[in-house]
């Protein structure tokens, strides 16, 4: 079995990087809580959305990204048992590409570098389950969609969905 | 219809820029033509080879490297019929990653970082063409594959063959 698993948002804590970000260079008081079914940068002023929309630009942005809780450990196991890929739709960001290696060396060794895809479009993929966070990923894709709940996709609606990844790994191992 | 197209060796001239480091590094007189049928590595003194095996580690590599007769030109056209996809196996090679997207920036923009992929296994993308020079990447495709002649590959069998870039026009345009 073939499962593929996005970075932003579902390994890596890109949003909490966001606010992070923007609390300490505009002085604000973001939450994750407060952001709840919005993209981070349409919670901030309007004077303050260009500058939030251009921290994945930033050198030093993907490199630094916290890891999200307990992926690691359900991924290590997964990999044991599955094909794990990591699918991330990177290309936009050429600064992120070299980061991204960098940060899966570092926190997912485990994976190496035949089992991973910096890409745009996912639905050139083939495999059974993608675990993303976004529904255009999911939308296209062939096989089984779970998506990994982030403040952004509280909302969304049509797809299986997993809060965790421990709830990941109760679907999967 | 989905085509997937190699970059070194296939649109880039790595093999290329491998003797041309060689010969100016050694006071070497490899020419394409005296490599046929070998890794270039292959073909330089037992006290050489670690020094060319890692020239694609050196920063600025895959920067520099000319692109090969006639593929802008034809993927251009192909581009316009086609869902053409560049699908380069980087992720041995960090530091080749924003390189590529750079060197495809500027030799190949029709082409939308949409639809660029770094991976390492290419038997995970789902389409109707690739177009490489490796056989284990032709081997485990589904579709239909077609091996691009590179010097190191003129003797290999089992694959659809092409010699040239206008090869491939007259094939699929």
């Known amino acids: 079995m073939v499962i593929f698993v996005d970075m932003d948002e579902v390994i890596a804590d890109t949003y909490g990087a966001h606010i992070e970000i923007y609390n300490k ?8 809580e407060s952001c709840m079914g919005n993209e981070v940068w349409k919670m901030v002023p309007e004077a303050h959305q260009e500058s939030v929309r251009k921290h994945a630009t930033r050198r030093g942005f993907f490199k630094d990204l916290k890891v999200i809780p307990n992926s690691q450990k359900v991924l290590q196991k997964l990999s044991k048992k599955y094909e794990v890929y990591i699918a991330s739709a990177a290309m936009q960001f050429p600064n992120s590409l070299e980061e991204k290696s960098d940060w899966l060396d570092e926190y997912f060794p485990f994976i190496p ?5 910096l890409c745009g ?6 495999g059974d389950i993608l675990i993303d966070d976004r529904s255009y990923n999911l939308q296209h894709f062939e096989g089984r969609g779970i998506q990994f709940t982030s403040p952004h ?4 609606k049509g797809f ?14």
């Open 121 to 126: 479009h996912k639905h050139v993929l083939k």
């Open 153 to 156: 996709n509280v909302n969304t």
């Open 113 to 117: 570098w035949q089992n991973r895809i």
């Open 160 to 173: 299986e969905r997993a809060n965790s990844w421990l709830e990941i790994g109760e679907k999967l191992l």
């Open 25 to 32: 260079e505009f002085n604000g008081n973001l939450t994750s």
